[in-house]
C-alpha cells in the first residue's frame, strides 16, 4: 500500500514518507537557501535508496525545489542575480579544478581521511562562529564587535582590486574578483567534499561579501539551481543514477516546502536566521562526528554517496 | 499477475561429480513454482513465491533461490587514528550471486535434520558461496569480509537464510508433501532466478530438482528505465525540466499570497 517501484534505484519506497522527506528538506531549503543534500541523501540511503542513486536524484530534486524558492526569494526582492552569475561561474571553475584536485588526493593517499577531518573542522569552525556572532546580534551587541581588527585591513584589500561594480540588490560595491574567487573556492570545495556547497556559501556572502542575510538566501537557492542542474544532466548522461519518479516524488513535497519555507524565512530577523542556520551546521557537525566515532553495523558500504 | 503452473521438471544430481551426493532415482522430488514471471511494475513491492512439491518420505526438504554470480566493487571501513571509523580502502566481491535465499526446513521433523553445522557442511548455504566467492581486499581476514559482505546483503533482502521455511502437510509413508513460501524482496535485479530443491537424507542430497523463474520490469518502469539506460542525456534534460515545471508551478499557486507579507 502506498508503495511505488523505483527502476533507478531499484527498489520500492513510501509514497508518503518521501513526500513529507521532501517537505521538510525543502522547508529548510526556503528558509536557509540551502540545497539539504547534506540531510536527503542519508536519509534515501535510509530508506534503502543506493548512495549514488540517492545522491544524483537529490540534485535532481534540488532543481525543482530551488526555483520554487527562487521564484519566491524574486517577488520578494531577494535575488542579486549580478552576484548570483558571478559566484555561479567562480563555481563552475571551481567545480572542475576540485574534480582534477581529488583525483590527486586520491592518488596519494589517505584522501577520505583528509577531505572528511576538514569537513568536520570546517563546519565546527563556521557554525561555531556564525553561532556566537548571531547571538551578540540578537543580545544587542554590535556585530562589529565579532570582526574588530580584520576589517580595515580586508577592506583595504579588496578596494585595491581592479574591476569594482555596484550590485544594487545587495548594496554593496565591490570588486567582481572577490565573488568570482570566493566561488571557485566553494566549488573546489563541494567537488571535493561531494556536497552542494551551500553551507560553505551562505557564511561566505554574509561574512566576506556582507551581503544582508535575506538577499543571500534568495541568491544562494538561485546559484544552486543552475548547479544542481549541470549535476542532473551530468550524472543522467554519464553514471544513469537520476531515479525521475524518486525526485518527482521528492519535488512534490520540496517545492510545497519550500514556499512555506520562505514564508517563515520573510518573518524571521537576520539574526534569529543566522543562528538556526548555525545550529543546524553544528548538528550536521555532530552527525558527521558521531558518524566517525560509532562503530558501524556493517563494515562495507556500496560505492557513491555523500 | 500471470499464474501458471509448470509440469514437473526433476533434475537428479547423483553421481554428477559431486561426492556427498548420493544416488537416488531422479523421479523421487517434484516441485512447482506459483508465479514463475515475476512482474516488476509501477506498484511492485517485492513478490512472494510458493513452492510445492514431493520429497521422498524419509527426507527434508531444502529450498534455495539463486541469482546470477555479479561482482560488487565496495567500501571497506576501518579504524584510522585508532578512534574514527572512515573508508580506508576498497574490495571487490566476485563470483557471488546476487540473491540467495535459503529456506529451512521445520525443525524436528526427521532425524536426517542435526541442526545448522549439517547444512553447512552440504555446501548449499553460504558456506558453499563463500567456498566459491572471491575476495579482494586489504587490511582484514576475507572470512570476516565476506560476513560483512552477507550482512550488507541482507539488510537490503538479498541475502536470507530462514529457519522453518519449508512446511509439511502430508506423508504416505513414500512421498512427503512440501510447501514453503519464500519472499523476493523489492531490491530484485531484474533476470533469471534458479529455484532449488534439495531432499536431504541423513547429512546428505538424496536428490533434488529445478526450476526457472523470471523477474522483469514491466509498464512505467520498463520504460523510464529504457530511456535513462539507453537516452542518458535526453533523459536528464527530461528529468530536469520537470523539475523546473514543477517548481515554477508551485511558485506560480503561491503567487496570490504575496500581498500576505
Not at chain 2, 559431486?18 to 514463475?36: H, K, L, M, N, W
Not at chain 2, 513465491?49 to 521422498?56: D, E, R
Request: aromatic share 8%.
Amino acid at each position: 500500500m502506498w508503495h511505488l517501484y523505483l527502476p533507478i534505484a531499484g527498489n520500492s519506497v513510501n509514497v508518503i514518507l518521501v513526500f513529507i522527506m521532501g517537505g521538510f528538506v525543502g522547508l529548510l531549503s526556503g528558509i536557509f537557501g540551502v540545497g539539504g543534500g547534506f540531510l536527503m541523501t542519508p536519509l534515501l540511503i535510509m530508506v534503502g535508496i543506493p548512495p549514488t542513486v540517492a545522491a544524483a536524484s537529490d540534485s535532481n530534486q534540488i532543481v525543482g525545489a530551488s526555483t520554487s524558492g527562487t521564484l519566491a526569494h524574486y517577488r520578494l526582492g531577494n535575488v542579486d542575480f549580478k552576484m548570483g552569475i558571478i559566484l555561479l561561474v567562480g563555481g563552475v571553475l571551481g567545480g572542475t579544478l576540485g574534480v582534477h584536485l581529488i583525483k590527486l588526493l586520491r592518488h596519494m593517499g589517505n584522501a577520505d581521511f583528509l577531505i572528511q577531518i576538514t569537513y568536520v573542522v570546517m563546519l565546527g569552525f563556521v557554525g561555531g562562529y556564525m553561532f556566537i556572532e548571531s547571538l551578540q546580534g540578537l543580545k544587542g551587541v554590535k556585530p562589529a564587535a565579532a570582526v574588530p581588527a580584520k576589517e580595515p585591513r580586508y577592506s583595504r584589500l579588496v578596494k585595491m582590486l581592479p574591476w569594482e561594480t555596484e550590485f544594487d540588490k545587495s548594496g554593496i560595491r565591490l570588486t567582481i574578483l572577490i565573488p568570482l574567487f570566493l566561488g571557485t573556492f566553494v566549488g573546489v570545495l563541494a567537488a571535493i567534499m561531494g556536497v552542494g556547497g551551500g553551507f560553505i556559501m551562505v557564511p561566505i556572502m554574509v561574512y566576506l561579501l556582507r551581503m544582508p542575510m535575506h538577499v543571500v538566501v534568495g541568491t544562494s537557492l538561485f546559484q544552486i539551481l543552475f548547479t544542481c542542474i549541470n549535476v542532473t544532466i551530468m550524472q543522467a548522461n554519464t553514471n544513469h543514477t537520476v531515479d525521475f519518479v524518486l525526485a518527482l516524488i521528492l519535488l512534490t513535497g520540496s517545492t510545497l516546502g519550500a514556499q512555506f519555507g520562505v514564508k517563515i524565512s520573510r518573518r524571521l530577523k537576520a539574526d534569529q536566521l543566522k543562528i538556526i542556520l548555525a545550529s543546524l551546521v553544528l548538528l550536521v557537525m555532530a552527525k558527521m562526528l558521531f558518524g566517525l566515532l560509532h562503530t558501524p553495523s556493517v563494515l562495507l558500504t556500496y560505492v557513491g554517496g555523500h | 499477475m500471470i499464474k501458471k503452473t509448470f509440469a514437473i521438471l526433476i533434475l537428479c544430481l547423483a553421481g554428477l561429480g559431486s561426492p556427498s551426493y548420493t544416488a537416488y532415482a531422479s523421479t523421487e522430488v517434484t516441485v512447482t513454482v506459483q508465479p514463475d514471471r515475476i512482474q516488476m511494475g509501477a506498484t511492485y513491492n517485492g513478490e512472494r513465491i510458493t513452492v510445492t512439491g514431493q520429497i521422498p518420505a524419509d527426507t527434508d526438504a531444502l529450498v534455495r533461490v539463486m541469482g546470477k554470480e555479479e561482482k560488487y566493487n565496495l567500501k571497506q571501513k576501518g579504524r584510522a587514528l585508532g578512534v574514527l571509523w572512515m573508508n580506508l580502502g576498497s574490495v571487490e566481491v566476485s563470483n557471488v550471486p546476487s540473491i540467495f535465499l535459503l529456506y529451512l526446513p521445520e525443525s524436528n521433523q526427521s532425524e536426517s535434520t542435526s541442526g545448522p553445522e549439517m547444512w553447512s557442511a552440504l555446501k548449499v548455504g553460504l558456506a558453499g558461496v563463500r567456498e566459491q566467492a572471491d575476495i579482494v581486499g586489504q587490511h582484514v581476514d576475507k572470512d570476516i569480509l565476506f560476513k560483512e559482505f552477507v550482512k550488507l546483503k541482507e539488510e537490503s533482502g538479498q541475502y536470507a537464510v530462514v529457519a522453518n521455511g519449508v512446511h509439511y502437510s502430508r506423508n504416505d509413508g513414500k512421498m512427503r508433501w512440501f510447501s514453503s513460501t519464500m519472499a523476493l524482496p523489492a531490491t530484485l535485479p531484474q533476470g533469471t532466478y534458479r529455484v532449488e530443491i534439495f531432499a536431504i537424507r541423513k547429512g546428505d542430497i538424496a536428490a533434488s530438482a529445478a526450476r526457472q523463474i523470471k523477474a522483469m520490469e514491466v509498464g512505467m518502469p520498463a520504460w523510464i528505465s529504457a530511456l535513462a539506460f539507453n537516452h542518458g542525456a535526453l533523459y536528464g534534460v527530461l528529468s530536469v525540466m520537470m523539475a523546473l515545471i514543477a517548481g515554477l508551478l508551485t511558485g506560480l499557486l503561491f503567487r496570490g499570497e504575496k500581498g500576505a507579507h
